[in-house]
């Protein structure tokens, strides 16, 4: 495209691009500040696709590009893909879809760090230019094979629970130094392709043997961390192209997703080393656990309704059983006949509901929830004192009071929303059965707690309906 540009501009090219690529930065940079508040996040995204826009768009001037076809073909397939995806995708595969973006944007770093060095001799690379190619394969490459086992995980194919063999953590320790070992190899003497082909598939083997055995519980984690890894991917697939908007925005993509896997580990009272080495928990068992000896209360709609209607403050905690009932809008109808009663409401958010982070902020506000209204663990916690009633959908690990008071527990020193201290709790849920821990919840059999047995959606339609007929 520069080709066509007067002689004097294309002169000057190269100096407009990187101002075009420093503005760029900074629609990136802002838009990461605006994603951290629920009320910013929608102009937030905007901001930091505009300036992927603005990247794309003045790339296609670089002077190296010599045919366009296949580049305008991709981003028309590309375009069509990511349209169909965002408007076509549950909210409950929501967590799916992240992961699959992850491995195709790691794996998309991979390929052109192979491209280029397959475009050009060995000899034309310095020392950090095949450092980073090294590097970009390795990262990439881990990142695509782990992302899509993580989705495995999380649509149900791949067993929730842990799959691993014996001496796992080993096994991978040993692959990853073997991995790092034809990096360096590779920087040294480039010419052997035996090098290049085992390091690319070592790669891919350590990405799957990473993942795999990692259980349900982390799965948060987990896709917080290959998000950071396609970053990284991409920063030193930047390195090897020397293009400084690639460099940035895969550094901040990096960053920001280490800070998110950072406050994940630390909502869930656990360390990295132990998410990736000594996960726990699998996906929902059905068959519910012994519960022995312990009672519980059942409750029904007339009897919520009454409790609600007549209650001063309500917390609604929802976690992933809300999303699978695709019960948003009906819980924003409760909401609604509970407030024009003069029912103050509010939602408790933890850090970890649901399958992957903010799963519950784009779910609620799917259903127009006031952002207002959406509260963190945090600012949550000190208001169940005075709360009458705390309604928890779907919710299960991340209100038992196990991790307060029982020591021997998986999940003993998790931070968690102190539901307990509210006067009322009613949990709706479709059976007894355990959350992604695997362990049970002593909350379902306190005094003070009523089971509302049933599918999410169905129970709140009850509710809604129970309420409109109360006087």
């Keep these: 495209m520069s080709h066509f540009l007067p ?9 407009i691009i990187q101002i075009f690529y420093l503005v760029a930065t900074g629609f990136f940079i802002i838009g990461i500040k605006r994603l951290g508040s629920p009320a910013t996040a929608r102009s937030g995204n905007q901001m930091a696709s505009l300036g992927m826009l603005i990247g794309v768009v003045v790339t296609l001037f670089d002077r190296e590009i010599i045919a366009f076809e296949f580049i305008i073909a ?13 408007k076509k995708v549950q909210m409950t595969a929501m967590p799916e879809m992240v992961a699959i973006f992850n491995g195709f944007g790691g794996g998309a770093s991979a390929l052109v760090a192979w491209g280029e060095f397959s475009r050009l001799s060995p000899a034309l690379f310095d020392t950090q230019s095949l450092a980073t190619t090294g590097l970009s394969i390795l990262v990439g490459s881990i990142t695509f094979t782990g992302s899509f086992i993580a989705f495995g995980k999380l649509k149900g194919f791949i067993g929730g629970g842990r799959i691993a063999l014996p001496g796992q953590n080993i096994i991978n320790l040993l692959l990853t130094a073997a991995a790092l070992g034809m990096v360096g190899w590779f920087t040294v003497d480039p010419e052997h ?17 990473t993942v795999l055995p990692i259980g349900g519980a982390d799965m948060p984690v987990v896709i917080s961390l290959l998000n ?14 020397g293009n400084n908007l690639l460099i940035i925005s895969g550094a901040l993509v990096g960053a920001a ?9 630390k909502a869930m009272n656990r360390t990295l080393v132990n998410v990736l080495f000594g996960a726990f928990g699998g996906l929902e068992d059905s068959t519910g656990p012994d519960t022995g000896d312990k009672t519980y209360q059942q409750t029904f709609a007339d009897d919520v309704a009454i409790q609600c209607a007549y209650a001063s403050k309500v917390v609604i905690v929802p976690g992933y059983g809300l999303a699978v009932a695709q019960a948003q809008h009906t819980l924003k109808e409760v909401a609604n006949i509970l407030e024009e009663r003069n029912v103050t409401v509010k939602y408790g958010i933890h850090p970890v509901a649901g399958r992957m982070p903010g799963h519950m902020n784009v779910l609620l506000a799917e259903a127009d929830v006031p952002y207002d209204q959406l509260y963190d663990m945090d600012e949550i916690n000190p208001d169940f004192k005075s709360t009458d009633v705390v309604l928890i959908i779907g919710a299960n690990d991340v209100v038992n009071p196990a991790a307060k008071t029982s020591p021997g527990s998986p999940i003993y020193g998790m931070p968690i ?23 049970d919840n002593d909350l379902f059999y306190s005094d003070k707690n009523q089971m509302f047995f049933g599918d999410a959606k169905k129970s709140l339609q009850e509710l809604a309906t129970a309420l409109k007929e109360l006087d």
């Design 7 to 15: 002689e004097f501009l294309q002169d000057v090219l190269p100096n």
């Design 74 to 86: 991709g981003l028309v397939v590309g375009a069509a893909i990511g349209i169909f995806a965002a």
């Design 193 to 209: 392709q035996v090098v290049f082909w085992t390091l690319f598939g070592l790669a891919l083997l350590i990405g799957v043997l």
């Design 228 to 241: 950071s890894y396609s970053g990284i991917a991409a920063s030193m697939a930047g390195f090897v192209l």
């Design 257 to 265: 997703g280490l800070i998110l896997t950072n406050i994940m580990c």
């Design 417 to 439: 929303l102190n539901v307990d201290e509210a006067k009322r709790t009613i949990v709706f849920k479709r059976s007894m059965s355990p959350g992604y821990a695997g362990i």
